[in-house]
Every structure is written in C-alpha cells, then in structure tokens.
C-alpha cells in the first residue's frame, strides 16, 4: 500500500522557518521524482518544488532564494523535506507531498505523479 505522509507544519511568524517532511512508502520511489505542492483556500494547487531521483531540482519564483527541497532514499522509504525560511504571510497554505514525479532535464518542469499525501498546513501569521 502506497503511503506518502507529510508532517512538520504549524504557525509560525513571518521571517521564521519551517521544515516539512514526507515519508514515501509501499513503492519504490527511489526512482522517481518527488514534489511539493500547496493550496491556500479558494486557489488551485500550485507546485512549489520538485526533485529528481539524482536530485535535480526545480523550484517555483517564489520559492527560489527561500526554500530548499531534499530527499534521502532509504532501503524501503524515500523521504522529502522542503525546508522553508523567511515565511512570508502568503505562504500560508496546505502542503502536499507528491510521488512519481518526474523533473525535466535542466530543471525547467516537475510533472507530478499519481500519489499524494494528506498534507500538511502551514500558517505564517503574526
């Protein structure tokens, strides 16, 4: 059974930092691309960070200069961490782990797979 669970969100002020994880679990993932998405209420998911099984990254304008997002490829699991500094309030939204990715060469696009996590919210608020 395909797990892809998020966890380290919460309320932070604005210019803190956050890191989320995803645990990816019951396929093999190593091979494969991995997101991260987010969803603020009443706008569509948007991707904010993508990386390649070699770790090839692709990071959305906003996400670049603030966000970094890496993966670490155990036996059984992959995990995906997105670490977020200097959050702004229009960061606030849910976050999404995405599985079976795939990143193009030169990092230009991230094309989103069929598995998705629960997500994670993320609120920046003073």
Known sequence: QVQLVESGGGLVQPGGSLRLSCVAS????????????????????????????????????????????????????VTIYLQMNRLKPEDTAAYYCNGDGAVSPGGDYYFPGDYWGQGTQVTVSS
């Open 26 to 77: 019951g396929s093999d993932f190593s091979l494969s691309g991995m997101g991260w998405y987010r969803q603020a209420p009443g706008k569509q998911r948007e991707l904010v960070a993508g990386i390649s099984s070699s770790g090839e990254t692709k990071y959305v304008e906003s996400a670049k200069g603030r966000f970094t997002i890496s993966r670490d490829n155990a036996k059984n699991t």
